[in-house]
């Protein structure tokens, strides 16, 4: 069963460092998004991404905050300088093609800014 | 801002037990609604998801039940079993159109199902 897969499963950096966390969603998804849940919270939408380009993102993805489809198959999102707040567990999640409406996400990305 | 919250932060129950997982949601403009499982130090897992047209959709051990009236959505498991310990949010979803929306998620009910 085709599943969204990420890497690394777990980031550790400095505060101010930029990290890149990296996704590959479902291959006949259309759309692609991340979201983040710190520890013990709901999970909070950060963007989605269509067509090659954002197609929605929250008050969360400020101007540290960047999406990229760099090939076919992989979709990043980039924090350039981060902070404390932003230690998360950060999920990719695909959907669209012949999964319709539903979103699959991945395994997560735990963040942790010291 | 928060759009889709849960009724009970916990529930407990006996394995073999059906369990009632409940949701409230306050958009009437959603049109689409999906139940996640979370697992300790794993990403959201897809259960059912359900359209504003219906009222009930059934799956394997689980239905999920939508009342539009009172904006209440549930996820019944039955005979639940120890793998199903977890716990389990709601999302809902606007039709924009062209676009998927953002999903709204619930603040989550840890399920635990005892032996």
């Known amino acids: 069963e085709p599943e969204v897969t990420q890497t690394p499963s777990h980031q550790v950096t400095q505060m101010g460092q930029e990290v890149i966390l990296r996704c590959v969603p479902i291959?006949?998804?259309?759309?692609f998004y991340w979201y983040r849940q710190i520890l013990g919270q709901k999970v909070e939408f950060l963007v989605s991404?269509?067509?090659?380009?954002?197609?929605?993102k929250s008050e969360i993805f400020d101007d540290q905050f960047s999406v990229e489809r760099p090939d076919g198959s992989n979709f990043t999102l980039k924090i350039r300088s981060t902070k404390l707040e932003d230690s998360a567990m950060y999920f990719c999640?695909?959907?669209?093609?012949?999964?319709?409406?539903?979103?699959?996400f991945g395994p997560g990305t735990r963040l942790t800014v010291l | 801002g928060e759009s889709v919250g849960l009724h009970l932060p916990t529930l407990s129950v006996q394995e073999g037990d059906n369990s009632i997982i409940n949701c409230a949601y306050s958009?009437?403009?959603?049109?689409?609604f999906i139940w996640y499982k979370q697992e300790s130090g794993k990403g959201p897992q897809f259960i059912i998801d359900?359209?504003?047209?219906?009222d009930k959709r059934q799956g394997q051990r689980v239905t999920v039940l939508l009342n539009k009236t009172v904006k209440h959505l549930s996820l019944q498991i039955a005979a639940t079993q120890p793998g199903d310990s977890a716990v389990y949010f709601c999302?809902?979803?606007?039709?924009?159109?062209?676009?998927?929306?953002?999903?709204?998620f619930g603040r989550g009910t840890q399920l635990t199902v005892w032996p």
């Open positions: 999640a695909s959907s669209g093609g012949t999964s319709g409406r539903a979103l699959y």
């Open positions: 291959s006949n998804h259309l759309y």
């Open positions: 991404f269509y067509n090659n380009e954002i197609s929605e």
């Open positions: 958009n009437s403009a959603s049109d689409y």
């Open positions: 359900i359209r504003s047209n219906m």
């Open positions: 999302a809902e979803n606007e039709n924009r159109g062209s676009t998927l929306g953002r999903l709204y």
